[in-house]
């Protein structure tokens, strides 16, 4: 138990910086879509998208591959300054080869019609010292400096949101202050990590060393891709394969596909609760299964954090999904708006689906100890690419029946496919009894409480009793069969 409350301090503190991002990012929602016109918060979200994708072919995996191996502190001084040269001479390598591509990608992203090139450079900037930094935070994630990896985190996201509000609301600047904000944040967070991890740069250059890291780290960055697609896809399906017609005799003749996309967005957000839980638990997750990788104890122990890794996670599905419809009516502090405009309730239905597919995706995080430890991340490119494909084949199929309930469905199907090819490959190399019939048995009670709702009110007769009811219901259920006195195989 001692391992398990290590693993769990060290999700929390981590949580700290991330739990504020989002919260953050709700505040700046609201601030771009009130100050700037629908064209130029058009543009913010095409460099962001950008940003993205070339985030992910920018780490070429050194984040993982340095976890990987500099659990070796005999090695990691040269580790480290092996792996941050390198990746400082192949990001710059990168940023010059978009300083030629600019003619072709700046149209791509509307820049140049807009008058908005300088958004393209700043962009570049981002990247560059974005990339700087995983090195460094992974050094910090290693050795379990938690609290100094949640203060550089939280310290960029107070500068950020500081700038874009003096900027915007102080000095009247339009979108060029959202990117310049950002370049600067990431810039003074990469200058004082560099100075907190300066003394591991006394290591010396090993080429071999390098070749490793590029071997195994690549894999991660068609994954990626992967990943992005899987995030982003289903916007512009929603907004190009769904007839008029379709949207008229699914919603309403006053309703556009734009509108759909809009209101899926928005509601699209709630499952950022689940995400954010499963966030939280990669970055302790990562560097604490590969310090325990040479225990021999060490499948036994990535069983247990699996179960309460379940338990945790349904009982976030009960919160978000039973409450909903409450979540979106809290008013965010100072602008006095609510979390989520009233315009796009009709959409919350949608929520308890994306709940369930990141919940999944907490399952493949789970599965990708056995695969780091054996070093088979080949593997991964190659089962995200496919939830990849099936996430474009479910969303062609269901859209023209469904609408947003056939994206949330294509998004949970492509997640809890991803998962279970993971686990089949994980335990093939890596044995581990994850005891599945029982983690499903949780899921499927978190789905029961769920969907038994509308019986539970009406017998009920109180709503609120009914909700909190059934979360106290599903939880119970959930944590007895987590208990050890439940197992059936030790």
Request: hydrophobic share 55%; net charge neutral.
């Amino acid at each position: 138990m001692k391992k398990l409350r290590e693993l769990l301090s060290d999700t929390l503190i981590y949580g700290i910086s991330s739990v504020l991002a989002r919260f953050i990012g709700y505040l700046l929602v609201p601030l771009h879509t009130d100050v700037f016109p629908t064209s130029e918060y058009g543009v913010v979200s095409l460099v962001y998208a950008g940003l993205a994708f070339l985030n992910v072919v920018f780490t070429f995996g050194m984040e993982s591959a340095y976890l990987r191996y500099a659990k070796d502190r005999d090695q990691a001084k040269n580790i480290f300054k092996t792996l941050q040269i390198g990746l400082g001479a192949l990001s710059t390598v990168l940023v010059v080869l978009l300083v030629f591509l600019a003619p072709a990608l700046m149209p791509a992203m509307s820049l140049e019609s807009t008058g908005s090139e300088n958004l393209y450079w700043m962009m570049l900037g981002i990247l560059w010292f974005d990339t700087m930094v995983l090195v460094p935070f992974a050094e910090l994630r290693l050795v379990r400096r938690q609290w100094l990896f949640a203060i550089f985190k939280t310290g960029n996201i107070l500068v950020n949101v500081g700038l874009q509000f003096y900027l915007i609301l102080g000095l009247g600047w339009g979108i060029e202050a959202v990117f310049f904000a950002s370049l600067i944040a990431s810039g003074l967070t990469a200058v004082a990590l560099w100075i907190a991890t300066a003394p591991m740069l006394s290591g010396s250059w090993d080429t071999p060393i390098f070749q490793k890291a590029l071997k195994f780290g690549l894999p991660f960055v068609p994954a990626g891709l992967g990943y992005a697609i899987n995030e982003t896809l289903d916007r512009f399906f929603l907004g190009n394969y769904m007839s008029q017609s379709t949207v008229a005799e699914l919603y309403s003749p006053n309703m556009t596909p734009d509108d759909v996309v809009g209101i899926y967005s928005a509601c699209y957000k709630l499952s950022v609760f689940m995400l954010l839980l499963v966030q939280m638990f990669r970055m302790a997750w990562q560097p604490f299964f590969l310090q325990e990788s040479d225990d021999p104890d060490a499948p036994q122990l990535y069983r247990d954090v699996f179960r309460y890794f379940n338990v945790v996670a349904g009982i976030c599905f009960l919160v978000v999904a039973l409450f909903a419809q409450h979540i979106v009516q809290i008013k965010v502090p100072v602008l006095d708006v609510y979390l989520v405009g009233e315009q796009y309730w009709s959409g919350l239905s949608i929520v308890p689906v994306l709940l369930g597919a990141y919940w999944f995706q907490g399952w493949y995080m789970n599965f990708s100890a056995g695969i780091f430890i054996e070093e088979e991340t080949k593997i991964l490119p190659v089962i995200t690419l496919i939830g990849a494909g099936i996430t474009v084949i479910a969303n062609l199929l269901l859209i023209p029946y469904f609408g947003m309930m056939g994206s949330a469905y294509a998004t949970f199907i492509s997640y809890a496919s991803m998962a279970m090819m993971l686990y089949y490959k994980s335990v093939s190399v890596y044995p581990v009894n994850y005891q599945l019939v029982r983690t499903f048995l949780m899921m499927l009670i978190a789905a029961c409480s769920l969907y038994a709702l509308p019986w539970v009110i009406g017998w009920m007769g109180s709503e609120w009793t009914s909700r909190f009811l059934m979360l106290f219901v599903g939880s119970a259920g959930m944590v007895l069969l987590a208990v050890p006195k439940y197992f059936i195989k030790r």
